[in-house]
């Protein structure tokens, strides 16, 4: 500890201190030393300091060289980010809820690198993306920054705070996963949702092990993503068996133009059945706004 350093120097110190990934450790070490005092006494401790910060560089360039050559993570349509402690259960969670088999292991920092999984939820397809720990020196706060909705993955609610910290510049929406759920007993998942609810976490209480709500957590990312499924029907026939999947918000000629690539005009007459009709095969104009789940009918003649 150096004498008579100034607040400015214990600043950075916390900084560095709480720092997530290894790029922050070196930007805040290297203001540690910028800030230390600068006398006789401190020499030792700042050369320390600048020693340290020779090893980080180091390690740095070294995880550089190794992640070269590897292809690079492309955003392909909605982006999930997992992010938290070590062994909170993400790789668990990605094999769950995507197509992936990434390492799962008892022991923390098992995740070196990205895993990418493809999340398919009733004709909606999105992109999960598994990181390494908060702290490891892989974590990759690029994606995180990014992402379309960052997943962030607990074991105790007291952890959310702490990925909480690292979320400062995350453009995308946030929910949380309450994992491994199966390890508390009646009265543990009661005290657990009580918490959810006073607190208002907007997330899902889960276990990636058995299973349990994931329906409900494939229907909270689903709601994260903004869209409506929309299935078109010919008339005299059942309803398509892939839905068309549009922005919230979308009305019939959205649909039509999709369908009929630029012919709306042609649309004499459109029927609406589901959640956005007040009654099955209702007559509606172009303009009306669709919801999730409905069927709509095209004549054209
Ligand atoms: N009981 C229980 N164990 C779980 C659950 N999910 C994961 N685990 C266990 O927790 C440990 C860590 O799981 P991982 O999925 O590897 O955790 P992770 O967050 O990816 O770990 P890192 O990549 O090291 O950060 C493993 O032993 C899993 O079997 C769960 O829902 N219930
Ligand atoms: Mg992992």
Redesign the pocket.
């Known amino acids: 500890m150096p004498i008579n350093a100034s607040y400015e120097y214990f600043d950075a110190e916390k900084e560095y201190l709480n720092a997530a990934t290894l790029e922050d450790k070196i930007y805040w070490l290297e203001e540690m030393i910028r800030r230390a005092p600068k006398h006789k006494s401190s020499e030792n401790f700042v050369s320390e300091l600048k020693r340290r910060l020779i090893k980080f560089k180091e390690k740095e360039e070294k995880g550089r060289k190794s992640s070269k050559g590897k292809k690079g993570i492309r955003k392909e349509g909605f982006q999930f980010v997992?992010v938290?402690?070590?062994?909170?259960?993400?790789?668990?969670?990605?094999?769950r809820i995507t197509n992936a088999s990434?390492?799962?292991?008892?022991?923390?920092?098992?995740?070196t690198t990205p895993e990418i999984g493809t999340f398919y939820y009733e004709g909606v397809k999105a992109q999960v993306i598994?990181l390494?720990?908060i702290g490891?020196e892989n974590f990759d706060i690029g994606i995180v920054n990014t992402a379309d909705c960052v997943i962030g993955?607990v074991e105790r609610t007291e952890e959310i705070e702490e990925i909480g910290k690292i979320l400062t510049r995350a453009i995308g929406k946030k929910i949380i996963i309450l994992?491994?759920?199966?390890?508390l007993d009646k009265e543990g998942l009661r005290k657990l949702e009580a918490k959810i609810k006073s607190k208002k976490i907007n997330g899902v209480m889960?276990?990636?092990?058995?299973g349990f709500n994931l329906e409900r957590l494939k229907e909270l990312m689903f709601e994260q993503m903004d869209v409506i499924r929309v299935y078109t029907k010919e008339p005299g026939k059942g309803k398509a068996k892939e839905p068309i999947v549009l922005p919230r918000g979308a009305n019939v000629r959205d649909v039509a133009e999709k369908i009929l690539k630029g012919f709306s005009a042609k649309v004499k007459d459109t029927r609406v059945t589901g959640p956005s009709s007040k009654f099955p095969n209702q007559r509606v104009s172009l303009s009306h706004e669709l919801k999730d789940l409905d069927v709509v009918e095209f004549h054209t003649r």
């Open positions: 997992l938290g402690l070590p062994n909170s259960g993400k790789s668990s969670v990605l094999s990434p390492k799962i292991s008892s022991y923390g920092f098992s995740t598994d390494p720990p490891s993955v994992n491994k759920v199966d390890l889960f276990s990636a092990l058995t």
